[in-house]
């Protein structure tokens, strides 16, 4: 992508309004908070303070906004509580230019790593830096810098003891994301009606599971039908996908296929019914046709050997969720066994090392961030502070809240903020030109904008950066402050602010593109480990745990989400592909895509711990992971992956007497979607036949052998999928 249509896009991006759900509670809570805390400090403090206080609850606010599954009120009170002390070490060193410089670098360094800590650490830090250079200036002495850091407190108080005493929709987002982790399933059901082959997003999956993990607190207050249903849809989803799949299901025609197709439909209707319950708190309505196709006799008589079985437990499981829906926690974990969430306390020690680790790599984008960061805050400042407009706090304000670790973000939000910038200084002029500058009416004005903020915050960037000027202007102007002080300067030093961040990342960039081997060797490895975690359990039943393979999964479904997050932030990037080119790329993921759903159909097939041990498959173990190990170090060295290893351990002579061809079918499916992972990384392999070891029978059905290519996979098909 060039420079020129780089930029076009993320503009396109930044000035972009998305339909969003609004949450008009949600945003009058903490509207409601800000009142408050602005009327009682205006009150009893005067209008100074008010204004401290003011930025102390509307960035506590901020916070609870976050896509975090931490408590809200927590998250409110680490807020106003880290802008207290910024705010009051930054005031005892405004005076000293040497000094509070010192100061800005340091703190903004720190927010600037603070981001390998998670997307919500680092915007709260990088907020309290910006928030920090303007409140530095309004206290007058060092007792006033304590009243005020004291108001920021109470602040974020304020805003939390909302959120305890009047709770939105309580485990709503819960319900939601767990509502949409069945819903997924569901049309993951559908689609194999018509895909038998067809891939499974994860995501609504991890999401789903992220916010099962809990503190004790919240455990004890749990709804019970949040309890248990998220650890049966991770069962379901394999059994699904094992009774469409033509190489270890139903044969792609026939009488069993129109059966498969009639269960997979109804299991689509139960799933759908279940999550309708699921967000809305109501009983499961289940429709009449879906409960007969599970409970009629014909499933024995045209099913047979693994589909039947598959069947069979699909039916069972899909009963436990139904029962667990309506309350009743059924197989699913018991209310005190639950994923515990450490304190924020705990996670200091977590962060810090994290923040550690980041600096041990001079490359890391999140070191490169916080270098930039750094270096943009303190240069805007001291050209803020030469030019002769006063108050040279807006463009490094600006610039931190513009810069994030990525390319598309920062310039998106550079221009969104720009743009937004004019737009609510302009409206916020005209405003307070028609009622005045009463403390009192600004102050309402504040609030006001505040409230439309919280609203629009999620339909984009342009429409949250017009309401936050909008709400600055009002602010300042209840503290005493004239329009035609603070309009012209904050337009241009906002420009400045922009141009700098803009400049900093082309000048030092921290590019993704060229990490996309790393990240796909990452996948590579984490995907053969869960294959090899599998194929284990069927050598030695009796001595390998599902605690392995559960874990080996999770580390899987990461190392994917890093490599799609790595393609969408290279997408927007003006750099050449430098070795892996978009449809490179798209192939190996489709061959890794297919490699992880032949170890989840082989997983949905697990032996119990009394059956007999397989020692070839043990053997087939050991090759995965070696293999995958030492193919991830080759795809970083932009070598092609070599799967002798694995071809070897299938041409074991054992093999024949393994009457299991599940097993059989599904190892072989794993060469030949790893085969075609090398083939995609090497135009020059030539494309793989059917005669490739062992493999024609189980794959013929599949429809992915190389051999039935007519060309090259075109990338929009795999775009779409």
């Not at 049966?232 to 299901?249: C, F, K, M």
């Not at 409960?291 to 050997?305: E, H, M, N, Y």
């Not at 737009?423 to 002029?429: D, E, K, R």
Request: aromatic letters at 6%.
């Amino acid at each position: 992508m060039t420079w020129f249509r780089a930029l076009k896009e993320t503009s396109r991006s930044g000035l972009t309004l998305e339909r969003a759900r609004l949450e008009p509670l949600v945003a009058l809570r903490g509207a409601v908070g800000l009142g408050i805390t602005i009327g009682v400090c205006l009150w009893a403090l005067g209008p100074e303070a008010a204004a401290s206080s003011a930025f102390g609850a509307f960035q506590a606010a901020i916070a609870t906004f976050q896509r975090s599954w931490r408590p809200r009120p927590q998250l409110a009170l680490a807020s106003g509580a880290s802008l207290a002390v910024s705010t009051f070490l930054g005031y005892l060193t405004i005076s000293h230019l040497v000094l509070f410089l010192g100061l800005l670098a340091v703190w903004t360094f720190v927010a600037g790593l603070s981001w390998a800590a998670g997307p919500t650490t680092g915007m709260i830090a990088s907020s309290n830096v910006a928030m920090m250079l303007v409140t530095v200036t309004l206290p007058t002495s060092v007792a006033d810098a304590g009243v005020h850091a004291a108001t920021m407190v109470a602040g974020g108080l304020i805003q939390a003891a909302l959120i305890v005493l009047f709770p939105v929709r309580r485990w709503g987002r819960q319900r939601d994301v767990l509502a949409d982790a069945l819903a997924a399933e569901a049309d993951y059901a559908r689609r194999l009606r018509q895909d038998p082959v067809a891939p499974f997003d994860p995501v609504p999956l991890m999401e789903a599971r992220a916010a099962a993990v809990l503190t004790p607190r919240q455990a004890r207050r749990r709804p019970a039908e949040l309890r248990g249903a998220r650890g049966l849809a991770e069962r379901i989803r394999p059994v699904l996908a094992s009774l469409a799949d033509p190489a270890v299901g139903v044969p792609p025609n026939g009488p069993e296929r129109d059966r498969a197709r009639e269960l997979l439909g109804a299991a689509a209707a139960v799933l759908d019914a279940t999550a309708h319950a699921i967000r809305h708190g109501t009983a499961v309505d289940l429709p009449p046709a879906a409960v007969a196709a599970f409970r009629t006799p014909d499933t024995g008589s045209v099913l047979k050997g693994a589909p039947h079985r598959a069947a069979t437990r699909l039916g069972r499981l899909l009963q436990d969720v139904v029962e667990t829906a309506g309350g009743e926690p059924a197989d699913g974990p018991s209310p005190a066994a639950h994923l515990r969430r450490p304190s924020l306390l705990s996670l200091v020690p977590v962060a810090l090392k994290g923040m550690r680790d980041e600096l041990r790599h001079h490359s890391s984008p999140v070191v490169r961030h916080a270098v930039r960061v750094t270096v943009v805050a303190c240069a805007g400042y001291l050209l803020g502070t030469a030019l002769p407009f006063g108050h040279g706090y807006w463009a490094p304000l600006a610039a931190v809240m513009i810069m994030r670790p990525d390319f598309t973000q920062t310039y998106s939000r550079a221009v969104a903020r720009f743009a937004g910038t004019l737009v609510g200084v302009a409206v916020a002029t005209g405003v307070l030109q028609l009622t005045g500058a009463d403390p009192e009416v600004s102050g309402a004005l504040a609030v006001a904008s505040a409230a439309l903020m919280y609203l629009l915050m999620r339909t984009g960037q342009f429409a949250a950066q017009a309401c936050v000027a909008a709400y600055v202007v009002f602010l300042l102007g209840m503290g005493g402050e004239q329009w035609t002080q603070t309009v012209p300067e904050r337009v241009l030093l906002t420009l400045l602010g922009g141009v700098l961040a803009m400049v900093a990342y082309a000048v030092y960039p921290a590019w993704e593109t060229p990490r996309l081997r790393a990240h796909l060797a990452d996948w590579l490895a984490a995907q053969g480990r869960y294959a090899a975690a599998v194929v284990r359990h069927y050598a030695e039943p009796a001595d390998t745990s599902l605690a392995e393979v559960r874990e080996a999964l999770l580390a899987a479904r990461s190392a994917r989400a890093a490599w799609h997050a790595a393609v969408a932030r290279a997408a927007g990037e003006p750099v050449r592909h430098r070795g892996l080119s978009r449809v490179t790329a798209d192939d190996a993921e489709e061959a890794l895509t297919q490699t992880g759903r032949v170890a989840m159909l082989m997983e949905a097939h697990l032996p119990d711990r009394d059956a007999p041990a397989l020692p070839p498959a043990a053997r087939l173990a050991d090759a995965l992971r070696t293999a995958t190990e030492a193919g991830a170090r080759a795809v970083r060295e932009r070598r092609v992956p070599d799967w002798t290893a694995v071809r070897d351990a299938l041409e074991d002579p054992e093999w024949a007497d393994v009457a299991d061809t599940v097993v059989q079918q599904s190892a072989r499916l794993l060469l030949r979607h790893l085969t075609e992972l090398s083939e995609a990384l090497d135009t020059a392999v030539p494309p793989m036949t059917t005669g490739t070891t062992g493999a024609t029978g189980a794959t013929g059905a599949t429809g992915t052998t190389g051999g039935e290519r007519d060309g090259p996979r075109n990338p929009r098909d795999s775009a779409a999928r």
